[in-house]
């Protein structure tokens, strides 16, 4: 079979799929991308060996763009005689389920990996909730990437229940567990170049984040929260990701970011993730939504508490009081969750661990999707 997945930037490729596209090419299917130019593409097909073409695929709405791309990717697609489609995101979902729905791609799956309209209001969200729904309309099925996603999406009536799917507990890809985000494989020499480079002490209890640097994700409420660790010896913020100017922090935030000397900024990482984690005593996402954050399940995986706020896709990423804890939006409610696991040691990263590998292990998650193909 030929198998095409359309995204739009790279960043998510790793995230979203990463080496799934070893897994099936290993049992003979042609892999193929349409993505947004970036300079990262070569090296990751090369990488995972895949066939790409590069397409402009924005996130705001562009009729004569979005047709144009449209165009490009239907000769892409009859180029490589593709027999299943997979769209991810809400605007790369909407260009690939039309352009599959015009060629007649036999299985058209569209990833609902969030519910963009959660955080909108007026007119935007009516745009945005009609972009899910052509998409969803074009498909031949809808994985939705948690329970809580498609919960959602059955209420606000996105795509006929019978069309909508979870794959196992949830996730699009599941999680590396064995050669990527294990602890017991990591090489310790690596994490302390890290540690000398971004100046983190063996005694500094450091709260991290891995993911965009925009409104939406919590991090006006996280940086508040950490200012009010003020007087707690030894605290840091590594903040691993980078700025955007959709959904962008306002300026006095971003400047505490870049000024503070006890916040680390990396910037966009391209792989290595697992060192990142490797750095941090407790790992913090106060999202105003999700469709299933990779980094909470990542940080398990590494043996790291987490809290995260009980939003659509946060509140099935943990075991409450096991594997985590849930919070609320209020930087003073954070800043005493952040004491409470600093302090008690209440939460045992080895269950977080656990519970990844039994239910979110990236071969669990690449037989459903087998399944499903």
Known sequence: MNILHVVNIYFVLPYFIGDQFKYFKEKGYNMNVVCSPSEYLADFAKEEGFEYIEIPINRSISIKQDFG?????????KKQKIDIIVGHTPKGGLLAMVSGWICRVPKR???????VYETSHGANRFILKSVDRVASFCATKVVCVSPSVLRRSIEDKLAPAKKQLILGKGTCNGVDTINHFNPAIINQDKVAELRMKYGINEDDFVI???GRLVKDKGIIDLVQAFVKLENADNCKLLLVGMFEERDA??????????NDKR?????????????YYSLMNVYMLASYREGFPTGVLEAQ?????????????????IVDGETGVFVTHEPDDIAKKIVAIRLNHAIDGMNGRKWVVENFDSRLVWKEIEKLY
Request: proline fraction near 3%; hydrophobic fraction near 35%.
């Open 249 to 258: 922090l306002p300026e006095d935030i971003k400047n505490r970011i870049l």
């Open 263 to 275: 916040i680390i900024f990396t910037g966009f990482i391209n792989g290595g993730m697992e060192y």
């Open 109 to 115: 799956i569209y990833f609902r990996h969030g519910l």
């Open 208 to 210: 991290g984040y891995s």
């Open 301 to 317: 995986a590494m043996e790291k508490p987490i809290i995260t706020t009980k939003v659509t896709g946060c509140c099935d990423s």
């Open 69 to 77: 791309s449209i165009r490009r990717i239907c000769k892409f697609i």
